[in-house]
């Protein structure tokens, strides 16, 4: 059947666009020479590809709705929680699209029962059982709560199982497309087929399943299928695993029992999966925009994976406890009588073995682009301007009146495809300046793969932006320029910006412009290893400085004095974060740092320079990064409490969010005529203020 008919009355909240949104005729004519500084993902047969060009109308529901594309059953549950938690309980409706069967060797291994006979179709079938008791615990019903099955007919003639489950407001739907993990020559079968233009794989039919029918796909057939699914649902939020995995280097005896493929730090499907998820939403946003379409209106996040082995974990035991507890009844039991014949679970990966696991995927979540979702500024009339990344694609957002806490709708600043966190910086007359992460190039079927930095400056404050311009990649050759991180910036008072990211080496790399507006070469600030989530601050000398997380410590480049190269400073005995720095000016003119240990819910507070470490226990439980800005009355915190709302502290005052749209990470902080501002995007891509002081929910 229909995927609209298994939804029901559903169907009818996924009608189109009824609201449209344009930039100024000068932006448009303005980003015309963008599309010779910024390349166009190649073209595949005669699908439309990317525009970058701003201007396009953008679609605006206002309702939310939650898609997660996985490679393997499960990693929703280790990479995407607790975040995926935090929008179900907030109503948001899921739906998780499985790439692959899970269906590996065929065997189900039973703790102690080495006996275990390979079959394919019942490991997969008890893999799906699992992930229904899991995710009908998190809908708050018994694990063996009985689904809607049936089958859901795709582009192209496909089908797949679907899975529906219901709780009074709350609903999650699985669908299940059971594409093979390997091919008959056991090479990897998705990496695979994201390379091979003439690769063919044929579905795995799980054991009682409602589809009987084994199916073939190839690239397109693929990124047809997800378009066709993000066409139906139109979510507003896309979960999907990292594109571009570290470098990592191990010996093939680690490298194996860490099940990452060769150089790099994850598993082969989730990078391909990835990939095919990326170059849907391309697909999607190209074939919506052709003929004046609508952009849609959708954000992205994009989860490291096993990433998480190779750095300190970040999440505190509460949280830790809460995230490892939904891996339970996913893994089930063979004694349980779940009615499935197939089996109850994938039963290597139930009970405590999650947190006994050496590889520790299940102690951390990470984002592959950490950053403030939205990077917000102030007009001279005082009313907010936010930007973001919405549809691939920058876009603006201005208060509808100063401190009015509502929003317009965006306006299109194109540049697409995005990453989705931007960096920012305000020049001394007001002026903004805008980095991004582009995907420049997006090609499987052996194509390129291509990303670079970009940069959108504003004309005049307040006013148009210049054409889009890029700023290229610290790296030389794709491969390695794919690793790069997200670009933050910083104005410094001697009228230059420095610009940071993260290189393919896990250090950090720079650009500077200079006062005339030009930039100079890039250039490799050495280092040791860095975790992204780069922090900058300017000292009352005129000194940048950029703070980072590392395996053992905090790392620090500063200058020696203004307008001289930065250097890495060694800042001994600094307690090791497990998340990324928030650094803020001190009124000595000293500079405090402020983060979590790893597995700590306390923030605490250290002062940097390279002096004795005297951390200061700020309280403030919870997980995750915290933003920290100066204020009359001392620093203000904001950040996460354990169970994911957010929190203000300013003064001896601890606020908390409790209303409002679901929160997705990393909102921003700012501090303006009326106090603390927290401006971020919800599970509707729509933006929200939360004014703390004044009590507005967002």
């Known amino acids: ?23 100024s005729a000068t932006a448009a004519v303005a980003a015309a020479a963008a599309l010779s500084s910024c390349s166009v993902p190649a073209q595949r047969r005669s699908y439309p590809t990317a525009d970058p060009a701003p201007g396009m109308p953008i679609a605006n529901s206002r309702r939310a709705q939650l898609m997660q594309i996985l490679a393997h059953p499960d990693d929703d549950l280790y990479f995407m929680n607790p975040d995926t938690q935090r929008m179900l309980d907030a109503g948001v409706p899921l739906v998780c699209v499985y790439a692959t069967a899970g269906e590996h060797e065929g065997i189900n291994h039973i703790p102690g029962n080495t006996d275990v006979p390979a079959d394919k179709a019942a490991y997969s079938s008890a893999r799906h059982q699992g992930l229904r008791q899991a995710y009908a615990s998190l809908l708050g019903l018994g694990r063996f709560t009985e689904w809607t099955k049936d089958v859901a007919s795709l582009q192209g003639g496909h089908g797949a199982e679907i899975n529906i489950l219901v709780n009074g407001y709350r609903r999650v739907e699985l669908i299940f497309l059971n594409l093979p993990m390997h091919t008959r020559r056991r090479y990897m079968a998705l990496p695979s087929l994201w390379r091979d233009r003439a690769l063919g794989l044929t579905t795995v039919v799980a054991a009682d399943s409602p589809l009987r029918r084994a199916v073939s796909y190839d690239y397109d057939a693929l990124v047809d299928v997800l378009v066709g699914l993000m066409e139906q649902y139109r979510p507003t939020v896309i979960q999907t695993l990292d594109p571009d995995p570290d470098i ?33 939403m391309v697909r999607w946003v190209a074939r919506a925009t052709k003929d004046g379409g609508h952009v849609p ?22 949280v830790l406890k809460e995230k490892a507890g939904n891996l339970v009844p996913y ?94 910086a305000t020049l001394k007359d007001g002026r903004q300046l805008l980095f991004a992460l582009r995907f420049a190039e997006l090609g499987g079927r052996g194509g390129p793969n291509r990303r670079e930095v970009v940069l959108l400056e504003q004309g005049s404050p307040g006013g148009a932006f210049l054409a889009w311009k890029g700023l290229g990649n610290p790296e030389r050759g794709d491969d390695r320029g794919r690793r790069i991180g997200v670009p933050v910036a910083v104005a410094a008072p001697d009228g230059r910006v420095h610009l940071f990211v993260r290189n393919a080496d896990k250090g950090i790399s720079t650009r500077v412009r200079d006062t005339s507006g030009d930039w100079d070469r890039w250039r490799d600030l050495g280092g040791e290893e860095i975790q992204d989530g780069l922090s900058t601050v300017v000292d009352r000398a005129g000194r940048v400085h950029v703070f980072a997380a590392g395996r053992e410590g905090v790392h620090h480049w500063t200058q020696d004095t203004m307008g001289l190269p930065l250097t890495y400073r060694a800042d001994g005995g600094l307690p090791v974060p497990g998340d990324p720095i928030a650094p803020v000016l001190t009124h000595d ?60 502290r300013t003064g001896r005052r601890l606020l908390t969010r409790t209303r409002g749209m679901a929160a997705l990470d990393a909102p921003a902080l700012h501090i303006g005529r009326s106090g603390a501002t927290v401006v971020g995007l919800g599970a509707d891509a729509h933006p929200w203020t939360w004014l703390p002081e004044a009590g507005t929910a967002g």
């Not at 909240?13 to 449209?20: A, C, E, K, V």
């Not at 209106?297 to 300190?312: D, I, L």
């Not at 990064?625 to 996460?640: F, T």
Request: glycine letters at 16%; hydrophobic letters at 35%.
């Open 589 to 648: 003119g000293g500079i405090e740092l402020y983060y979590r240990g790893p597995t700590a819910p306390a923030v605490m507070a250290v002062r940097a320079g390279g002096a004795p470490a005297r951390p200061r226990k700020e309280g403030f439980g919870g997980y995750g990064p915290v933003s920290v800005a100066a204020a009359p009355g001392g620093p203000v915190l904001l950040g996460k409490d354990t169970r994911g709302r957010l929190q203000l």
């Open 331 to 424: 893994g089930g039991d063979p004694q349980w009588e779940c009615g499935n014949p197939s089996g109850c679970g994938d039963y290597s990966v139930g009970g405590i073995r999650p947190l006994k696991n050496k590889k520790g995927w299940v102690r951390s979540t990470h984002y592959r682009h950490p950053g403030a979702r939205t990077v917000v500024a102030a007009e001279p009339s005082g009313r907010l301007v936010a930007y973001g990344v919405l549809g691939l694609r920058a876009v603006r957002w201005r208060e509808t009146s100063p401190a009015s806490g509502q929003w317009g709708n965006p306006d299109d600043l194109g540049g697409g495809p995005l990453a989705p966190a931007l960096g920012g």
């Open 1 to 23: 059947m229909n995927i609209a008919h298994a939804r029901g009355a559903a169907a009818a909240r996924l009608s189109g666009p009824s609201r449209r949104n344009v930039v």
């Open 248 to 280: 990592q280097h191990s010996d093939e005896a680690t490298r194996t029992t860490d099940s990452e493929q060769r150089g790099y730090s994850d598993h082969a499907d989730h990078t391909a999966v990835a990939s095919f998820s990326w170059a849907a």
């Open 297 to 318: 209106a959708f954000v992205a996040t994009a989860f490291r994976g096993y990433y998480n082995r190779h750095w300190p974990k970040n999440l505190p035991a509460a």
